[in-house]
């Protein structure tokens, strides 16, 4: 492994502030799933046990970079970064590890489409009520939805209802937005899996595809796209100027304006903290006060909730396995000690992780509630008033 | 122009005593195909085909007993969704569906195998490149 390298991510990273306290470890839901799991180890084996190649290597591709660890550690050690970036170190050098969940399916199509040539044909699930522009300033994208709609369709999961109420709740705000037919995936899953050069050649082909149609304003709703387009694109393109919008903040601001009110909607919900949304982005208050403002909904917090949500089980599609089950069985599990209704969560991939773990036909009745995306939500209830 | 990239996944069962036999009568068989042979089309899930594609496969042929005949039960059955799914998938992409072919044998029908191995090595080179070739992943050694 290259040294110099490790020392810059430890230095870029805080590492060496690393008190040895282990509050990181004993917050690590899959530690707490029952895995032999350390971040305080890997630490100390990267600052001073380097050749101890074969713990760092299963650690670094282990990790669900949920970043809960860096939520609890007293010394601002960046730990999902150093995660990160060991992943494209140790991918550029000893090739991609890390088990891909779903065989890597969904990698290989995010792969595919770093091939310029492509002329995709994904917005077939536009429907006649929408109000869309060929053109414009303003784009919504759409991320990866319309395939996860294909892929995940066994789970009764409608991710493409997310992109249909974005646009409607987008149009109740007199926005039309373009929807580009070429926009490739943000690229999330691919950077988190180690595979850098293929997630640098995706932000370059989108930034085209959003110059070439004069776009300035990006508005997302998944928060794994706001948190690539928004954070990570501007690193691997410097002269990026675009502005990116999360939609949830954007209605958030409307509604505060005044004039829009919520149908009610007599239910009790409780909310799974997105990590890309809550931790990595630092939206916590935009969701709840959006529940908010529907009159007759009652949110009920999870023990677990806000800065110290536990994860879906899996961020970019690596290391789901029995541990990550374990975790979503938890989480289910504390859903439904709140005695809920609804699980709203703001991420599709939360939604078709945890959809995943109800299906447990052992565990079924336990832990099985309706789960809704926030977008949808909103969308069904919001008005004018006066 | 280059030559095509075709990829065949052949079941072990009738349609390998199919090719078995065209071997050993000398049937010629297109020269761009390669085939790849598993013990049953079932084994086979969306993420391989995809990967052959990603891999830069221009076609890829799924060759597998009848329904009826599987050695093993749903085996073709698996190899339909799976394609049906793929199919939806490469759409999306904007690569041809009819790249992606499921056809299925007999023991005994050597010489209609050799047929629909020609008639789809011809259909994809009339149809060119596959426009989805990404730069390679890099394995793990």
Known sequence: ?386 | MKRPNLLGICCNWSPWTCLNAAGRTNLELPPDLRIIRVMCIGRINQALILKAFEYGADGVILLECRDEDCRYGPGPEVGHANVTLVRSLLDLLGIDQQRLVERSFEAHEKDRMVTELWNFAERIEAMGANPAKPRQEREAV
């Open chain 1, 1 to 386: 492994m290259d040294s110099a390298r490790i020392t810059k991510i430890i230095r870029d990273n805080a590492l060496y502030q690393c008190l040895e306290c282990g509050k990181c470890s004993a917050a690590c839901p899959r530690m707490l799933a029952g895995k032999q799991y350390s971040p305080r180890l890997l630490a100390q084996k990267l600052i001073s046990e380097r050749d101890d190649e074969a713990f760092i290597e299963s650690s670094v591709w282990e990790c669900l970079t949920c970043s809960l660890c860096q939520e609890r550690c007293p010394s601002g050690v960046d730990i999902s970064r150093v995660i990160l970036e060991m992943r494209s170190l140790l991918a550029a050098e000893k090739g991609l590890k890390g088990y891909r969940a779903h065989d890597g399916a969904l990698h290989s199509w995010m792969r595919m489409m770093t091939s310029p040539e492509l002329k995709q044909n994904r917005l077939g699930w536009v429907s006649a009520d929408l109000k869309t522009a060929e053109t414009g300033k303003v784009a919504f994208f759409s991320g990866c939805a319309p395939y996860f709609d294909v892929f995940f369709a066994h789970l009764g999961v409608d991710t493409l209802a997310i992109a249909r109420d974005s646009v409607r709740l987008l149009n109740f705000l007199d926005i039309e937005p373009v929807l580009l037919k070429n926009e490739r995936c943000c690229g999330h899953d691919l950077l988190w899996a180690g595979d850098r050069e293929n997630f640098e050649t995706l932000c370059r082909l989108n930034y085209e595809e959003f110059k070439k149609a004069g776009i300035e304003e990006i508005i997302v709703s998944c928060p794994e796209c706001y948190s690539m387009l928004g954070t990570h694109m501007p690193e691997v393109i410097p002269e990026c100027d675009i502005k990116v919008t999360l939609l949830l903040d954007l209605l958030q601001k409307e509604v505060r304006k005044g004039g829009k009110a919520f149908k009610p909607f007599e239910t009790t919900v409780t909310y799974q903290d997105p990590c890309r949304l809550g931790r990595v982005s630092g939206c916590y208050e935009a969701p709840r006060y959006l529940l908010g403002q529907i009159p007759g909904l009652v949110l009920r917090e999870m023990e677990n909730s806000g800065r110290g949500a536990i994860c879906c089980g899996n961020s970019g599609f690596i290391n789901c396995d029995a541990y990550s089950k374990n975790i979503q069985v938890q989480r289910l599990q504390e859903v439904s000690a709140t005695g809920a209704q609804l699980l709203v969560t703001a991420c599709p991939k939360c939604m078709i992780h945890l959809s995943c773990a109800m299906r447990d036909p052992a565990r079924n009745e336990k832990v099985s509630v309706p789960i809704r995306d926030l977008t949808s939500l909103l969308a069904q209830g919001i008005e004018w008033t006066g």
